[in-house]
């Protein structure tokens, strides 16, 4: 059984949707982030922790919906 330790979070500078990710640890994660110097008003957590492989199903299925509906662009910080 695949434990379900993988959070989804969303991160937005302000209304903008910057990326879609997913992390075992919400709070170092923010951090990292912020002293990565990506720029970011809130970090959702999205829904409660589920396995590795749902978080990357959904990850990837966020980006696309985003992709489809920006003009083929990817969120900011979604470029790789």
């Given at each position: ?6 959070h989804?979070?969303v ?12 992390t075992?640890g ?5 951090q990292e982030?912020l002293r990565n110097r990506?720029?970011f008003t809130?970090?959702t957590v ?11 199903d959904?990850?990837r ?8 509906t920006?003009?083929g662009?990817?969120?900011r910080?979604?470029?790789?």
């Open positions: 059984m695949n434990a379900r330790d993988t989804r979070y991160l937005r500078d302000g209304r903008e949707i910057v990326q879609f990710g997913i075992n919400p709070v170092d994660r923010a982030h990506k720029r809130t970090m999205v829904g409660p922790a589920v396995t590795r492989d749902t978080a990357l959904w990850e299925e966020r980006t696309e919906t985003y992709q489809r920006h003009g662009e990817r969120p910080y979604n470029k790789v």
